[in-house]
Every structure is written in structure tokens, then in C-alpha cells.
């Protein structure tokens, strides 16, 4: 008898057992009553210097699960949303009627990939329930090393290739090799500053970067850049666009020009101006909208090399300072454009 109940007494302790720490399809399914240490944040199986944790709960597992990534995913998020803005704000920029946006987007792309890669590497370590309440927990986590290792190579591939466009900002003969070579390494810029970032958030030992500073070819871009003269001619003449045009141009660190004289592009704007009628005919709000055709041609070449195409509309309660609103927004958007597109244009030509 005594043989039997110690039978039974093993058989239900190695039940027990294999139900506290279940192996699901996607990490272990801890069933038991106890509160897992993890839930709060901290785990002492998963220390925070080895590991990015993550913790979700939801009414169901899988949901827990996908938030426990999200978690650990933030972190990275920022980088996949600059890379989808650098490819939205390329769309219309056009070259030889062929767009520019097939290869405007290359460092963005490594950057979706390189996030992408990280992302994948998280996995999903453990899941409980609370019997009190049925809530699911799940704990999500990234190995720091292994996704340390994949940044450092990306951010030792993008130094190399910054110091390859350093030497050929210096042994650049004209401006418009000099800042075709300098967009190129601004792009690359960001790229490393979003890699460095993230890199001091994944953490480990040891200097994650090849280049002591990066402010010496910083300088030199904006150097660059700065020495490109643009001319811009606005048909018919239009003082507050062009005025417009030239203060945001300033403002982004590009020489303005009135005279073509010396100039490395030109940029003609044919815009239009034009009223239209409030949608409610109880409105009282006035409204003009303007529309330009912008086209860069290359000074010492004689060639156009892009064009793209911007509008506005703006109201106001009377009719000439909706019109001078307009013009203004106009003037504004041609010249970020304008800033866009040459900017595109070089870091991919």
C-alpha cells in the first residue's frame, strides 16, 4: 500500500514539474501560480547587461507575445521611420524622365534592412498567466552581443565609405564634384549617427566606432555645400516667391545668387497663380492656389539634369492676402524642393 502511494506521489511531482515550465512553440509556457520575476521588468535568467528585454501582456497570448516584441522593437523604430520619410519625400523628383527614386533610397534601404535583421533576432523567452486574473504575460528578448556585432559591421562599412568621400571632397577640381561627393557623405552621416545611436543603446564593452570624430568631415560637407552657388530665375517675376525661395534656400546652408554670374546651377520656376472658390458658399475665407514647373540645369555643363513640380493654396479673408500667402508657401515649398532634389540628385549620381 505504503508503495503504491509513493508511486502516486512521484508520478504527480513529475507532472507537476513538466507543467511548470511547458516548452510552447515559442518559448517556455511557465504554468505556474507564482509571478515570474520577469513580469516587473527584470530577470534574473536574463540579466539586462547581456540582454534588450521587452515585456507584454494581453488577454491572449499571441497578443502578449506581439506587444512583448513591440517593446524591444521601439527602440529600433526610429531608424525605420526615417527611412520610410526619406523615401516618401523622393517620389516626384525626376531626372532625363527617369526617376530618381530607383536609387535615392540606398542608405534608407540599409537602414530598413539592418533594423529588419535586428528585429528578427528577438525572441520569445517565456510566457505565464495569471490564474486570478487570466492575463497573459510574455517576456520578449535580443541578445546584446549578437545584435552588437551586426551594427558594428554596418558602422565599420559606412566609416570606410565616409572616408573614401572625404578624399574625394579634397581632391574635387570644381563645386559640383565637390558637393556631389559631400550629399553623398551627409547621407552617410545620418546613417552613422543612427547607427552609433543605436549601438550606445544595445551597450557592451569596448569603442563601437572606427573614426575618433566625425567632425572634421562634417565640416568639410558643409563647406561643400555652402560653396554651391544657385541662380533662380522665377517666370513671370514674382518678388515674394522668389524672396521665399532665396530664404529657405539660406536657411539650409546654400550660396544665392541674383546674378548668374559664377553661379553652378540654375533654377527656373515658371509658376501660376490663381483663385478659387471656398467649397461652402457661406464661407467667408478667400482662397488663391499657386502651382510650379521647377527645372535645375547644371551652369558650366548646359544641361538640365532635374525637374519636379510644386503647389500651394492658402486663404484668407480677403482676396490679396490670400494671394500673397500663396506665393509665399509656394516660394517656401520650391525651395525646400529645390534643396531636396539637388541633394538627391548627387547622392546618387
Same mark, same amino acid.
Given at each position: 500500500?505504503?508503495?503504491?502511494?509513493?508511486?502516486?506521489?512521484?508520478?504527480?511531482?513529475?507532472?507537476?514539474?513538466?507543467?511548470?515550465?511547458?516548452?510552447?512553440? &515559442?518559448?517556455?509556457?511557465?504554468?505556474?501560480?507564482? $509571478? !515570474?520575476?520577469?513580469?516587473?521588468?527584470?530577470?534574473?535568467?536574463?540579466?539586462?547587461?547581456?540582454?534588450?528585454?521587452?515585456?507584454?501582456?494581453?488577454?491572449?497570448?499571441?497578443?502578449?507575445?506581439?506587444?512583448?516584441?513591440?517593446?524591444?522593437?521601439?527602440?529600433?523604430?526610429? &531608424?525605420?521611420?526615417?527611412?520610410?520619410?526619406?523615401?516618401?519625400?523622393?517620389?516626384?523628383?525626376?531626372?532625363?524622365?527617369?526617376?530618381?527614386? =530607383?536609387?535615392?533610397?540606398?542608405?534608407?534601404?540599409?537602414?530598413?534592412?539592418?533594423?529588419? /535583421?535586428?528585429? @528578427?533576432?528577438? @525572441?520569445?523567452?517565456?510566457?505565464?498567466?495569471?490564474?486570478?486574473?487570466?492575463?497573459?504575460?510574455?517576456?520578449?528578448?535580443? @541578445?546584446?552581443?549578437?545584435?552588437?556585432?551586426?551594427?558594428?559591421? /554596418?558602422?565599420?562599412?559606412? =566609416? =570606410?565609405?565616409?572616408?573614401?568621400?572625404?578624399?574625394?571632397?579634397?581632391?574635387?577640381?570644381?563645386? $559640383?564634384?565637390?558637393?556631389?561627393?559631400?550629399?553623398?557623405?551627409?547621407?552617410?552621416?545620418?546613417?552613422?549617427?543612427?547607427?552609433?545611436?543605436?549601438? /550606445?543603446?544595445?551597450?557592451?564593452?569596448?569603442?563601437?566606432?572606427?573614426?575618433?570624430?566625425?567632425? +572634421?568631415?562634417?565640416?568639410?560637407?558643409?563647406?561643400?555645400?555652402?560653396?554651391?552657388?544657385?541662380?533662380?530665375?522665377?517666370? !513671370?517675376?514674382?518678388?515674394?516667391?522668389?524672396?521665399?525661395?532665396?530664404?529657405?534656400?539660406?536657411?539650409?546652408?546654400?550660396?544665392?545668387?541674383?546674378?548668374? &554670374?559664377?553661379?553652378?546651377?540654375?533654377?527656373?520656376?515658371?509658376?501660376? $497663380?490663381?483663385?478659387?472658390?471656398?467649397?461652402?458658399? /457661406?464661407?467667408?475665407?478667400?482662397?488663391?492656389?499657386?502651382? +510650379?514647373?521647377?527645372?535645375?540645369?547644371?551652369?558650366?555643363?548646359?544641361?538640365?539634369?532635374?525637374?519636379?513640380?510644386?503647389?500651394?493654396? @492658402?486663404?484668407?479673408?480677403?482676396?490679396?492676402?490670400?494671394?500673397?500667402?500663396?506665393?509665399?508657401?509656394?516660394?517656401?515649398?520650391?525651395?525646400?524642393?529645390?534643396?531636396?532634389?539637388?541633394?538627391?540628385?548627387?547622392?546618387?549620381?
Amino acid at each position: 500500500m505504503m508503495k503504491k502511494i509513493f508511486l502516486i506521489l512521484v508520478s504527480l511531482f513529475l507532472i507537476s514539474c513538466s507543467a511548470a515550465a511547458k516548452k510552447g512553440g &515559442d518559448g517556455i509556457i511557465n504554468s505556474s501560480s507564482r $509571478m !515570474p520575476d520577469w513580469v516587473n521588468g527584470a530577470s534574473a535568467s536574463y540579466p539586462s547587461s547581456a540582454y534588450l528585454l521587452g515585456v507584454g501582456s494581453a488577454d491572449d497570448l499571441d497578443s502578449a507575445r506581439d506587444r512583448a516584441r513591440g517593446e524591444i522593437s521601439k527602440i529600433f523604430s526610429a &531608424d525605420i521611420q526615417a527611412a520610410s520619410t526619406v523615401f516618401e519625400s523622393e517620389r516626384t523628383v525626376s531626372s532625363g524622365g527617369k526617376s530618381a527614386t =530607383e536609387s535615392a533610397t540606398g542608405a534608407a534601404t540599409d537602414l530598413k534592412a539592418i533594423s529588419k /535583421k535586428t528585429l @528578427e533576432g528577438i @525572441e520569445i523567452a517565456e510566457s505565464w498567466q495569471d490564474k486570478s486574473s487570466f492575463r497573459w504575460y510574455a517576456l520578449a528578448t535580443l @541578445e546584446r552581443a549578437k545584435i552588437r556585432r551586426i551594427y558594428s559591421e /554596418k558602422l565599420a562599412e559606412t =566609416e =570606410e565609405q565616409l572616408s573614401l568621400y572625404e578624399k574625394q571632397i579634397d581632391s574635387a577640381t570644381n563645386n $559640383m564634384d565637390r558637393a556631389m561627393a559631400a550629399l553623398k557623405a551627409k547621407s552617410l552621416l545620418k546613417t552613422k549617427d543612427s547607427l552609433e545611436k543605436d549601438l /550606445k543603446v544595445i551597450g557592451g564593452s569596448g569603442s563601437f566606432s572606427g573614426m575618433e570624430s566625425s567632425s +572634421a568631415i562634417r565640416t568639410k560637407v558643409e563647406s561643400a555645400i555652402a560653396a554651391l552657388g544657385v541662380y533662380v530665375e522665377v517666370s !513671370p517675376a514674382n518678388s515674394r516667391i522668389s524672396t521665399e525661395i532665396t530664404k529657405t534656400l539660406i536657411s539650409l546652408g546654400m550660396r544665392v545668387s541674383e546674378s548668374s &554670374d559664377g553661379m553652378d546651377i540654375r533654377v527656373r520656376c515658371q509658376a501660376e $497663380m490663381m483663385p478659387f472658390q471656398d467649397p461652402s458658399l /457661406k464661407s467667408r475665407w478667400k482662397w488663391y492656389a499657386g502651382e +510650379a514647373s521647377v527645372n535645375l540645369t547644371d551652369v558650366k555643363a548646359g544641361k538640365e539634369f532635374l525637374s519636379f513640380n510644386a503647389s500651394a493654396k @492658402e486663404a484668407f479673408v480677403s482676396e490679396a492676402g490670400a494671394k500673397a500667402n500663396a506665393e509665399k508657401s509656394l516660394g517656401r515649398k520650391i525651395g525646400k524642393g529645390i534643396n531636396e532634389a539637388i541633394e538627391n540628385y548627387f547622392e546618387n549620381k
